[in-house]
């Protein structure tokens, strides 16, 4: 079955540093996958997305990475501030309309 | 612009009593969908709407009902709650339901069931 996984739960980095957050997928054949940031008592934001005819994509101080030989997606977050402590996840989909979310890696941005 | 839209934000229930969970997009998106989420588990999908007239089972549907109201609304249904059944619920909404289409999501309903 689908497994979407994250490394670390946890996850605290100094202000100003990059952070990376981790997620493995098991299913080959997905082809679509998306980063959301959800904050506490929020619901979750979409970050940045990748499809699987690439290997990297640059947003506005972040950018993901996907690795279909070892099914592995990162986030990393340049210069992370003290805004960006969320929990964080990923997403991937493959066949029709539904997507697998993985549990989420807590950030938190030490002042 | 709201995007998309979740009434109540809280809610109390006893186990047995009834309640629908309410659903608004003006994104003037295709899809909507409802999700649930618990501790140490990633969203799961409950019920999705690929268009307007139509609904389908997703991954935990037991205990639901939905209804596609018009093209903005989608509401949930819990006939008898049960404290399974205590969880966060999101809906969500993406402009065709495709596996490639983004989602955006509401802000959420916690609901507790004693």
């Known amino acids: 079955g689908e497994s979407v996984g994250l490394h670390l739960p946890t996850l605290s980095v100094q202000e100003g540093d990059n952070s990376i957050i981790n997620c493995a997928y098991s299913?080959?054949?997905?082809?679509?996958f998306i980063w959301y940031k959800q904050e506490s008592g929020k619901g979750p934001q979409f970050i940045i997305d990748?499809?699987?005819?690439?290997d990297k994509r640059q947003g506005q101080r972040v950018t993901v990475l996907l690795n279909k030989t070892v099914k592995h997606l990162s986030l990393q977050i340049a210069a992370t501030q003290p805004g960006d402590s969320a929990v964080y996840f990923c997403?991937?989909?493959?066949?029709?309309?539904?997507?697998?979310f993985g549990t989420g890696t807590s950030l938190t941005v030490i002042p | 612009n709201a995007g998309v839209t979740q009434t109540p934000k809280f809610q109390v229930l006893k186990t047995g009593q009834s309640m629908t969970l309410q659903c608004a997009q003006d994104?003037?998106?295709?899809?909507m969908y409802w999700y649930r989420q618990d501790p140490g588990m990633g969203l799961r999908l409950i019920y999705y709407?690929?268009?307007?007239?139509?609904?389908d089972k997703g991954e935990v549907p037991n205990g639901y009902n939905v209804s596609r109201l018009n093209k903005r609304e989608f509401s949930l249904r819990l006939e008898s709650a049960a404290p399974s059944q205590t969880s966060v619920y999101f809906c969500?909404?993406?402009?065709?339901?495709?596996?490639?289409?983004?989602?955006?999501f509401g802000p959420g309903t916690r609901l507790t069931v004693l």
């Open positions: 709407s690929a268009s307007e007239g139509t609904t």
């Open positions: 969500a909404s993406s402009r065709q339901g495709y596996s490639t289409d983004t989602q955006y």
């Open positions: 990748i499809r699987s005819n690439m």
């Open positions: 994104m003037n998106h295709n899809s």
């Open positions: 997403a991937e989909s493959n066949t029709g309309n539904q997507f697998y």
């Open positions: 299913n080959s054949a997905s082809d679509y």
